[in-house]
Nanobody
C-alpha cells in the first residue's frame, strides 16, 4: 500500500544540523512531488519545503530559506530535508506528504498521503 515514512528527527543544540528522510513505498516516487510540513505545539501546520516531480524544482518557506535543503533520490524512493543552523523555533513535528506531479508549497489540502511525523527538538 501507499506509504511515506519520516525518520531522522531528534534533539539537537541550536546551530546544529539534522537530516530528515521521507521513504516512499507503494507508488512511483518520480511521478510525485513531496512536501515537508511542520507543526509546533499550539500552532497551525506550516509548509516548510517541497520538491517537484516534474523538473526537481525546489521551494522553501522564508523562515528556512538558506538553512534547509530538500533533495530527492528516486532510485532510493527517498526525499531528504537537510536542516542546518537550526534554531529553537524550528522545534516541531515534521511531516512529509505526496502530491501528484507539481509542488504546491504549504497547501496541506493538496497532498493526499502523509507520514506519521518525526519530532525535531532544538534546545540547549
Amino acid at each position: 500500500q501507499v506509504q511515506v515514512v519520516e525518520s531522522g528527527g531528534g534533539l539537537v543544540q541550536p546551530g546544529g544540523s539534522l537530516r530528515l528522510s521521507c521513504a516512499a513505498s507503494g507508488f512511483t516516487l518520480d511521478l510525485y512531488s513531496i512536501g515537508w510540513f511542520r507543526q509546533a505545539p499550539g500552532k497551525e501546520r506550516e509548509g516548510v519545503s517541497c520538491i517537484s516531480a516534474s523538473d526537481g524544482s525546489t521551494y522553501y518557506a522564508d523562515s528556512v530559506k538558506g538553512r534547509f535543503t530538500i533533495s530527492r533520490d528516486n532510485a532510493k524512493n527517498t526525499v531528504y530535508l537537510q536542516m542546518n543552523s537550526l534554531k529553537p523555533e524550528d522545534t516541531a513535528v515534521y511531516y512529509c506528504a505526496r502530491r501528484l506531479v507539481f509542488c504546491v508549497l504549504g497547501e496541506a489540502g493538496e497532498y493526499d498521503y502523509w507520514g506519521q511525523g518525526t519530532q525535531v527538538t532544538v534546545s540547549s
